[in-house]
C-alpha cells in the first residue's frame, strides 16, 4: 500500500471522503446484523421445550451480547477517528479495507464462540479477531496522525495508543490462559469492564512521557 505522493484533502474531495465513511458504516451495519442470525430454535417446539430450548442456547446468546456491545464500541472508536481525519489517501483507504475485513469477520467468530465456549479453539479464533480489529485501527490512526492526514493532540494519541495495546493484551493474554483452561479464559475479558470506565487507561496513558 504505497502512498500517494499528495493526499486528498477532505473538504476538497468530499463526495469521495462520505463515500469511505458511509461504505464503512454499511459493513459495521451488516456485520452487526448478521450476528443475530446464529440465535435459532428449532422447529415445531411443544409449549413446555421452548423454554428449555431457549436455555440450552446460553452460550449463543452470551456470544451475541458480547459481540454486539464490542462491534458498537469499534464502530465509535472508528466514527471519532474519521472525524479527525483532514485528509485521505490511498494507503488510509487500504488500512481502512483491512480494518473492515477483520470487522466483518466477527459474526463468524461469534458463531465459533457460542456453538463451542470454553474451547481452546473458540477462545483463539475469537480473541485473534478482536486483537487483529484493535491493532489493526491502531495502526490505522497512528499512520494517519504521523502522516498529518488526521490531527489529534498529543493527550489523545497517547490515551489511544494505551487503550488499543490494553484491549488487545486482554484479549492475546486470555489465549495464553485458554492453553491452560480454556473455560476460564472468557471471564480474563471482564477487564475490559475496567477500560470502559477510563479511569486505568487515563492514568496509564499520562505516564508516558
Not at 449463543?60 to 483532514?86: D, G, M, T
Not at 490511498?90 to 464462540?113: E, H
Request: aromatic content about 14%; glycine content about 6%.
Amino acid at each position: 500500500m504505497a502512498r500517494e505522493r499528495t493526499a486528498k484533502k477532505r473538504e476538497e474531495h468530499e463526495v469521495e471522503f462520505s463515500r469511505i465513511v458511509a461504505f464503512s458504516d454499511g459493513v459495521f451495519s451488516i456485520a452487526i446484523t448478521l450476528l443475530v442470525l446464529d440465535l435459532k430454535l428449532p422447529r415445531d417446539l411443544a409449549n413446555d421445550e421452548i423454554w428449555h430450548a431457549l436455555g440450552a442456547q446460553h452460550e449463543q446468546f452470551l456470544a451475541y451480547a458480547i459481540s454486539f456491545a464490542v462491534i458498537a464500541r469499534f464502530w465509535f472508536v472508528h466514527h471519532s477517528f474519521f472525524s479527525e481525519v483532514k485528509a485521505f489517501d490511498s494507503r488510509l483507504i487500504g488500512l481502512n479495507m483491512l480494518y473492515l475485513a477483520f470487522i466483518v469477520l466477527i459474526p463468524f467468530s461469534s458463531q465459533v464462540l457460542g456453538e463451542y465456549g470454553g474451547t481452546l479453539p473458540a477462545v483463539v479464533v475469537y480473541s485473534a479477531n478482536l486483537s487483529a480489529v484493535v491493532l489493526v485501527g491502531q495502526w490505522m490512526a497512528w499512520d494517519a496522525r504521523h502522516s498529518g492526514l488526521a490531527k489529534a493532540d498529543l493527550q489523545t494519541k497517547r490515551e489511544s495508543f494505551v487503550r488499543s495495546m490494553f484491549i488487545a493484551g486482554v484479549f492475546l493474554g486470555s489465549i495464553v490462559i485458554a492453553v491452560f483452561d480454556a473455560g476460564i479464559a472468557p471471564y480474563i475479558w471482564l477487564l475490559l469492564f475496567f477500560e470502559g470506565r477510563g479511569h486505568v487507561i487515563e492514568r496509564l496513558s499520562r505516564r508516558i512521557s
